[in-house]
């Protein structure tokens, strides 16, 4: 779904070809620096790499850099062979072939035709994006394209409408609501920017493909769950060949009707207000119980999912407000790429799990700040004003082209606004291609325009050269890794060093390191190689990345060669930079307990007393987040935030070994009863030592018997040894 070694090569390849591109094509090259809109959009690159420097996670710091000077470079070749004779029609039979293919992909994948991960995700269709909202509002960019070029006088443009009803259907069936919406949305105000005969041609083919989705919805659900693709795909065809065959028969008839070509600007407006009353009385009708009872089960739990209190809605509201707390620390050049995915847990004001923050210009602020959003939209403004400079001097079908590719990428912007999008390399590259296609000369005369324009150009060509030389260091990372199978510890060491050298950043390369010098450790107990996976740990702790998933791993690599205390220390700034993240808590109970085991047996009282202290603290502090929960709405209290059975299990201990025996009880014996065979195993040997303690030997004596099988009887005398001699 995000950045892997794939995109490593797909960036190396495009800066290559960009770079080559360039000392071709010189003089173009330079009129394009001249565009004040590659200057921000430069900008905003070169952000990306200087916050990398600083960056807690500088892997994904700069592999977001990767991405944004990806799509900067297509960007700017858009700009260079845009004016290619066919080439803006070539550009969008591609887009319009990628919406088409990934739409039979799909449904290739609802029928188990091909097995491609996530590709039907449970009953929503989500293609080769394996998430279905993405995947959805590529689909109604696309449609929305379709719909507005098939209003145009150039047939080839109306023959796309043979597309447009297996858009509809596989939008549809991703059961996106966020993307219905924008699509409705931006479907009406696409309506007020055609002329009337345009608007007849938009509505009619939007009712075709409408009419024909509703008559076929109920049946091709019903394939999908007998798996009948013969069937789906004949229904498919059909409704495609169809519409296709009406709706160009229908253009060119209404096309050669003189009587409709009106240029009253007025009566551009009688459509729109129709429809507007339609739409609210549509949206009324289609919510109403008896309609929705007649829809597919899916579809009825989505429609009537709608409104500001699901889940989904109400996470994304958090998601904006621990945002702008973020924000609020770095505000004006941000934390760099990936800064969201980094430190979300370190801000979140829920236990939710959320790599991304579903929302395109919170995340673009928290990466790279407020002057970073700055310059996106101001060229996002300047395009924008490039279009209307021009507008006066464009042709018919050359408007109907900026209408068509400017409500695409304003329907992928819109609906950013509510997901993450942009976080898909594609879809970036996809937005900035769009942009190139939509972007007209706009030239500023000061001064220094010269000076800036060629610092610009100097400034791309060196962030290309640098990404280049960066992504082969670590695709050359990535392969050395994948040759440690099977060989022998000494040579695994050699190509692993050679990984981290190449690509520092990666921390699982670290950790690969130490897990090989962990199997010499554990078969040997060599107090050398004991050394070395200290020096290890002690080079990761010392890097920026504080991450809780890093400090989880980190405190077991300490504890697994018996630095507790280390691991204690690790685990401090694991919770400091994840608070809700529950199984940090139950490793500091572990591991406190451990020690204050080893400080029992050593006679140091006050630091027994300490740890038996920290393990009070940070169950309660599980505890307490618990009741916090339980305070909030429903969909905020998430049930499966609790404390875990292993911490009460610990926390039970702890009271036995204090001497509390009767609270021990009341938290050991429930889990006497769990299905986890390590839980009740220590459970039932802990319950039985203190009925021993207590004199109830017959209790005692039963709880042994019930726990026979599972070893019970030495966990009893290892207790006795532990904690009594």
């Known amino acids: 779904m995000f950045f892997d070694q794939d995109f490593y090569w797909i960036e190396t390849g495009v800066a290559i070809i960009f770079l080559f591109f360039m000392f071709l094509n010189w003089e173009q090259i330079r009129r394009v620096f001249k565009q004040p809109v590659v200057w921000l959009l430069s900008l905003v690159t070169f952000l990306y790499l200087i916050t990398a420097l600083f960056a807690e996670n500088q892997l994904l710091a700069y592999q977001q850099f990767f991405r944004w000077l990806m799509a900067t470079q297509f960007f700017i070749l858009v700009l260079l062979i845009k004016e290619y004779r066919r080439m803006q029609d070539f550009l969008w039979y591609s887009i319009l072939l990628m919406g088409t293919w990934t739409a039979v992909f799909g449904w290739l994948a609802a029928y188990k035709l091909t097995d491609f991960k996530d590709a039907f995700l449970g009953y929503r269709i989500s293609s080769v994006f394996q998430y279905p909202n993405t995947y959805a509002v590529i689909l109604a960019a696309v449609l929305i394209a379709v719909l507005i070029r098939s209003t145009g006088k150039k047939k080839a443009f ?8 297996l858009l509809l259907i596989t939008l549809i069936f991703t059961y996106s609501r966020g993307a219905w919406l924008v699509f409705a949305l931006v479907w009406f105000v696409g309506l007020l920017f055609l002329r009337f005969k345009q608007q007849i041609l938009y509505i ?13 919805l109920t049946i091709l659900n019903v394939t999908i769950k007998e798996s009948n693709y013969f069937k789906g795909f004949l229904i498919l065809i059909t409704g495609s060949l169809v519409v296709g065959i009406i709706y160009s028969l229908i253009s060119m ?4 009707a003189e009587i409709l070509n009106s240029t009253r600007s007025a009566n551009r407006f009688i459509f729109p207000i129709i429809i507007f009353v339609v739409m609210i009385i549509g949206v009324s009708s289609i919510t109403s119980p008896q309609v929705i009872e007649k829809l597919p089960d899916q579809l009825q739990k989505r429609i009537s999912d709608i409104n500001l209190e699901t889940r989904s809605v109400v996470e994304r509201n958090n998601f904006v407000t621990d945002a702008t707390t973020m924000i609020k620390d770095r505000p004006f050049f941000g934390a760099g790429g990936g800064a969201w995915k980094e430190q979300f847990e370190r801000y979140q004001s829920y236990p939710y799990i959320s790599r991304q923050a579903h929302n395109f210009y919170y995340q673009l602020t928290v990466e790279i700040g407020i002057v970073g959003l700055i310059l996106f939209l101001g060229l996002l403004l300047l395009i924008l004003l490039s279009i209307i400079k021009a507008r006066k001097s464009m042709n018919d079908e050359e408007y109907n082209r900026v209408l068509a590719f400017g409500f695409m990428v304003g329907l992928i912007l819109v609906h950013s606004y509510i997901d993450f999008n942009m976080s898909y390399a594609y879809v970036l590259v996809l937005v900035m291609i769009l942009l190139g296609l939509l972007t007209y000369p706009l030239n500023f005369q000061f001064k220094w325009d010269k000076a800036v324009s060629y610092t610009v150009l100097v400034l791309i060509v060196i962030m290309s050269l640098t990404s280049t030389v ?7 990372a990535d392969r050395v ?21 190449a690509n520092p950043y990666e921390t699982k390369y670290r950790f690969e390191k130490i897990n090989l010098y962990l199997q010499v450790y554990e078969k040997t107990k060599n107090n050398k190689v004991k050394q070395r996976i200290l020096a290890e740990a002690l080079k990761i702790n010392a890097m920026k990345q504080k991450n809780p998933t890093v400090m989880l791993q980190l405190s077991q690599v300490f504890a697994k060669i018996g630095f507790l205390g280390n691991s204690l220390d690790v ?23 451990n020690l204050a085991k080893y400080y029992k047996q050593q006679n140091n009282q006050d630091k027994f007393e300490k740890m038996i202290s920290r393990i009070y603290d940070r169950y309660n502090e599980v505890v307490n987040r618990r009741e916090y929960l339980d305070q909030q709405v429903p969909v905020l209290q998430y049930k499966g935030y609790k404390p875990s059975l292993t911490m009460r299990l610990f926390v039970g201990q702890t009271k036995v070994v204090e001497g509390k025996y009767k609270e021990g009880l009341e938290m050991l014996l429930p889990l006497t009863k769990v299905k986890d065979a390590r839980i009740k195993r220590d459970s039932l040997a802990w319950s039985a030592y203190i009925y021993q303690k207590m004199g109830n030997l017959d209790k005692a004596n039963k709880l042994i018997q019930q726990g026979k099988d599972l070893g019970v009887d030495k966990i009893i005398k290892g207790i006795y040894s532990d904690w009594e001699n």
């Open 158 to 165: 109306i023959f796309d409408s043979f597309t447009a009803y």
């Open 204 to 216: 009619f083919h939007s009712l075709l493909i409408g009419l024909t989705s509703i008559l076929t």
């Open 253 to 256: 008839i209404i096309n050669k």
């Open 470 to 476: 960066m992504a082969s260091r670590f695709i050359y």
């Open 481 to 501: 890794v994948k040759k440690i199978v099977n060989i022998p510890i000494s040579e695994a060491e050699v190509l692993i060093a050679k990984a981290i050298n």
């Open 571 to 593: 685990l401090d700034v694991g919770i400091k930079n994840g608070p809700w993240r529950w199984q940090l808590y139950e490793q500091d109970i572990i591991y406190s307990f």
